[in-house]
């Protein structure tokens, strides 16, 4: 009786032991593929912000030289639609540009 006793328990402890070995392995690689994931995101992130401080470095040298007219000009024109009093605007109704 006490075989049969130790038998199961050392069966059932083998199981167990398994069961734990592949909870562990998966949840390893499962692991493994966010951290890949989340070096992706913060890779695109870095150049992004590489990006923005270069925009910024050239935006505080506009700022610090002044800003030339063409550059008013295009501006106000592309970003706000403004002309000046004395222009005509003629706009395309065929919707073809």
Known sequence: ???GKKNKVGRLFGVS???LVVYL????MVLQVDITSYQ????GLEQQCADQEIENEQ???RVENGADYDYVIRTARE?????FPEE???????GNQ
Not at 40 to 43: G, I, Q, R, T, Y
Not at 79 to 83: A, C
Not at 88 to 93: E, G, H, I, K, L
């Open 59 to 61: 935006l505080s040298e």
């Open 1 to 3: 009786m006490v075989k």
């Open 17 to 19: 032991i398994a069961a």
């Open 25 to 28: 392995a998966v949840s390893s």
């Open 88 to 94: 005509q605007v003629f706009y395309n109704a065929s």
């Open 40 to 43: 992706e995101k913060l890779s």
């Open 79 to 83: 970003k706000l639609g403004l002309i």
